[in-house]
């Protein structure tokens, strides 16, 4: 079946890191692919995303390109900040027939230290 | 201001008192979607809902209910809450093919 592994954590990194959370997946057909944030307390929301094959999605630093022949779909930013401390989703979406099926990762929770 | 709202914040319940968590969107979105997340688990999907009046269960539906009568609304009902339940619940739209999803603040339940 379809699914989504991503590095499991916490990740701790200095203040001006290089970050790399890594994330893999498996589905049948031809997905999207998405990594979302959840800051502390909130709700998750969209941070990038990538609909085709060697699309790059990218966002207040963040990037993530569509590897189809690795199946994967890293998190990577230059220079981490502590404002960017919370837990990062990914997640992929098949749409069979007009039905969208929806499936996130577990997780990986970063704090980044001053 | 487009919005996910979802109440109560925060529930305590006991085993077996019936429960609503209601959800709505301001957003005239078509697809609505509830889950679950749990430590370890990530985020699993318990019933989604393509628009009004078809809903249909995700990967953890058991002991959940949900309906959809209008386009904003798509309330999640435990009928016979048990401490397995408690989790924290986020209710989700869609904007057709889109594909980003909006989700709200999220609900704490705790059944005890």
């Known amino acids: 079946g379809d699914s989504v592994t991503q590095m499991e954590g916490p990740v701790t990194l200095s203040e001006e890191a290089f970050l790399t959370i890594n994330c893999t997946y498996t589905a049948t057909g031809y997905p999207s692919l998405f990594w979302y944030v959840q800051y502390p307390g909130e709700g998750l929301q969209l941070l990038l995303k990538a609909t085709k094959a060697d699309d790059k999605g990218s966002n207040k630093g963040f990037e993530a390109t569509y590897r189809k022949e690795t199946t994967s779909f890293h998190l990577e930013k230059g220079s981490v900040q502590v404002s960017d401390s919370a837990v990062y989703f990914c997640?992929?979406?098949?749409?069979?027939?007009?039905?969208?099926?929806?499936?996130f990762g577990t997780g990986t929770r970063l704090k980044v230290l001053a | 201001e487009a919005q996910v709202t979802q109440n109560p914040r925060y529930l305590i319940t006991v085993t077996g008192k019936k429960l609503t968590v209601t959800c709505s969107q301001n957003?005239?979105?078509?697809?609505m979607s509830w889950y679950r997340q749990d430590p370890g688990l990530g985020l699993r999907q318990i019933y989604y809902?393509?628009?009004?009046?078809?809903?249909d269960k995700g990967d953890v539906p058991e002991g959940y209910k949900v309906s959809r009568k209008e386009k904003r609304n798509f309330p999640l009902i435990l009928e016979s809450p048990s401490p397995n339940q408690t989790s924290l619940y986020f209710c989700a739209t869609m904007p057709g093919r889109a594909y980003e999803q909006y989700f709200g603040p999220g609900t704490r339940l705790t059944v005890t």
């Open positions: 957003m005239n979105h078509e697809y």
């Open positions: 809902s393509m628009n009004v009046e078809v809903t």
């Open positions: 997640a992929l979406m098949v749409d069979t027939s007009g039905t969208y099926k929806y499936i």
